[in-house]
């Protein structure tokens, strides 16, 4: 199994510029695909970017060129650096984990409110 928490959600100002972390319980070196989704109310969850099994990234075309997504593997964390913040990126944030296992882990999800 494996857990994950992420922090770093808050409020921000239109413009402004957060970062999200993932804490993952074990080793994330052998991960498959690693990621992150968020969910606006009443809205669907979507992907915001991820991590895939052969190293590259990929991101929604509405934070690319806003959001970075990296890892640290000695820390066994990933990050979203989310700069450039609209209000339409308000939203609750999961991480996602696609294990060794092929079994996918989410986080409990952290509440990003920016403000226009």
């Known amino acids: 199994q494996v857990q994950l928490v992420e922090s770093g959600g808050g409020l921000v100002q239109a413009g402004g510029s957060l970062r999200l972390s993932c804490a993952a319980s074990?080793?994330?070196?052998?991960?498959?695909?690693m990621g992150w989704y968020r969910q606006a109310p009443g809205k669907q969850r979507e992907m915001v970017a991820i991590?895939?099994?052969?190293?590259?990234?990929d991101y929604a075309d509405s934070v690319e060129g806003r959001f970075t997504i990296s890892r640290d593997n000695v820390r066994n964390t990933f990050y979203l650096q989310m700069n450039s913040l609209e209000s339409d990126d308000s939203g609750n944030y999961y991480c996602?984990?696609?294990?060794?296992?092929?079994?996918?882990?989410w986080g409990k999800g952290t509440l990003v409110t920016v403000s226009s």
């Open positions: 996602y984990v696609d294990a060794d296992n092929y079994t996918r882990y």
């Open positions: 074990r080793s994330i070196f052998s991960a498959h695909n």
């Open positions: 991590f895939t099994s052969s190293g590259s990234t």
